[in-house]
């Protein structure tokens, strides 16, 4: 099949390899020219693992094109809108880029031969696909959707660092349609993917993809929460949520403890859940303390190090800049909040992530970046584990060596107690060790 995704982005085009992989044909359609051209050149302009290695293969192969021209999306079968839907001001989602792609579509429709079917990806509050993306498509092409073109909405439910392993071993697959012959064709393209597939109505596929997103939220602000309270009390919070996680009914996933959970998806769908909410009347009372207690969970890493040391004029290093290990997306991170309060409180940082510090220069231009984890160290009065990633996790005693006055705040929990020496070291939800 013959698949156009518009926008070449995270999901655009992680599902557009995924679907090539699959023996499909993909074609992205992109405005920006520097992605187009990074694209066909086998290079991906995320860094994703396995995809640079897939995208090479699938350009030369033929399977994968960039473009800016929307004709190119007149032979395909089915178009994949994957373009990005913003947090506005008041956390509603900002749908232009949503508008905008479905007047092109729109007007591309009626050359389109057969049943061309049209289905959502990017994550669009319930009634989006039905109304807004509905009568766009209907008024721009004079065609009706259910007789000439079909209609559906599909969630994504990657993550990022994994998402081809996501893409290609689903937990579930959703389509969110009310159209047969839609469900057919969809059905037909993922037949050969593992996990159970969910014929619902579009709106219910808008809706299982925030609450997806806003339970997790909500699992992680929960244990985080408790980790405050295993620390006061001298439990260690991870044996708390294994205990937990082992009722099947609660389960282990999204049950560790940490500096509270950033990313593009998390944050920005909990507030359009709860811009959305409200706007229906219902007072999204859970969704505003997740938000409560993820705002304060980064400060846990400031307080618990002025409980030992004040920290005016003393050298910071900051281990992760990324919003979790694996990626160099640095949106919403927990770094932010933690650097910009030091910054105030008059304290010297300097910083370091494998992947993360180009992002993060573009937001704190001034700030000072070591080029490895040892320099970063150097010196340093306080080191904070703000991401776990692996190259972090070494022995205590290694700190040690290199930080000025060994005091260690680990907020992912990824150092072993038993290998410090001299350090004070404090992990969240376990205390002083
Ligand atoms: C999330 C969802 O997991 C995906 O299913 C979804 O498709 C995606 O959002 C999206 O809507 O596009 P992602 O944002 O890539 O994926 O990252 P996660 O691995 O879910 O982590 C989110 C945040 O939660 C990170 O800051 C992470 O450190 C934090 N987290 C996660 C915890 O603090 N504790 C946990 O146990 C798990």
Redesign the pocket.
Known sequence: MKIAFIGAG??GLVSAVGYALAGNDSVCIEIDERKIAQINGGKAPIYEGGLDDALLKLTRDGKLLATSDYNGIASAQAIFICVGTPSAQDGSIDLRYIEDSCAKIASILPKMKGYPIVVVKS?VIPGTTSGLVKGILEKGSKLRAGRDFGLAMM?????????LA?FKHPDRIVIGTMDEKTRKVLMGLHSKFPGEKLIVSPSAAEMI?YA??SF??T??SF??QLALLCEKTGIDVDDVARGMGLDNRIAM??????????????PK?VRALMHFSGKEGVEPTILESVMLVNSLQPLWLIGAAQEKMPLKGKTICILGLA???D?D?VR???AIPVISQLLKMGCKVLAYDPKGMANFKKLFPKLDYANSMDDALKGADACMII??WKEFKKPIAHYERLMKNPLILDS?RILDPKTAITASYISLGRGIA
């Open positions: 995270y999901v994550t969630p994504e439910f990657l993550r990022e660092g994994t998402a996501d993809k997806s997103n997790l939220a699992k992680i244990v985080n996933p999204f049950l560790r403890a940490g500096p509270g959970f950033g990313g593009s998806c998390f769908d919003f979790k290990p990626t997306d919403e991170s927990p991401t776990d992912r």
